[in-house]
């Protein structure tokens, strides 16, 4: 059995480049620099040495990073390496290289005023929040005992309906420690 998974945060070092193949896919490319501290043994003080990575990410979710992402912004991804080994045609020497393609990734710093904004879906309309503080509150059916009481809905979301029933409970088990092989 091998795994092939690792963790990176740090920051984007630069612009994303979105490209594709020749069949369509999408591919996201972006560079990450990842701080790591030591202790310097002549000086005695720490320092913070970066540690450069290439990242990849694929189709739809790379399309949609690209509107988002932007150099600077400190990101952590999970994801796994891939070594990838090619024949220089200049000089005939062989090349490789270790990159991270990314399966998820999660956005630590809010976006850069100014930086691109992801397109909103069909029929989505961006409002500020408080805009609904001072709207009365729409009339909502009964609730149940068991539900907390739903906070109102915006119109432009059409006619919200709570769960009517609550979820059925979880089987119960009757475990012993017979039962446990170990």
């Known amino acids: 059995m091998s ?4 963790f990176l945060g740090g920051n ?3 612009q994303p480049e979105l ?13 990450l620099a990842v701080n790591e501290r030591r202790k310097n ?16 990410v ?22 796994r390496l891939h070594w990838d080994s090619w024949e220089d045609k200049n000089t005939g020497a062989k090349r490789s ?6 399966d998820e990734i999660e956005l630590m710093s809010p976006r850069q005023q100014g930086a691109p904004q992801a397109a909103p879906q069909p029929g ?25 009481p739903a906070a109102p809905m915006p119109p432009q979301y059409g006619n919200y309906q709570p769960m009517q029933q609550p979820p059925a409970p979880a089987p119960q088990m ?9």
């Open 174 to 182: 009757d475990l012993y420690s017979e039962d446990i092989p170990f």
């Open 41 to 56: 043994q002549q000086t005695g003080e720490w320092e913070e040495r970066p540690n450069f990575f290439n990242l990849k």
């Open 124 to 148: 989505y309309v961006a409002q500020p929040r408080q805009q609904y503080a001072n709207q009365p509150q729409q009339q909502m059916p009964p609730q149940m005992p068991s539900q907390a």
């Open 58 to 79: 694929f189709g739809t979710r790379g399309e949609a990073l690209s509107r988002i992402l932007t150099k600077g912004m400190h990101v952590s991804v999970e994801g």
């Open 19 to 31: 490209r594709s193949t020749p069949g369509g896919m999408a591919i996201l490319e972006f560079g």
């Open 3 to 6: 795994i092939n998974k690792c």
């Open 12 to 14: 984007i070092t630069n």
């Open 97 to 102: 290289k270790v990159e991270v393609i990314v």
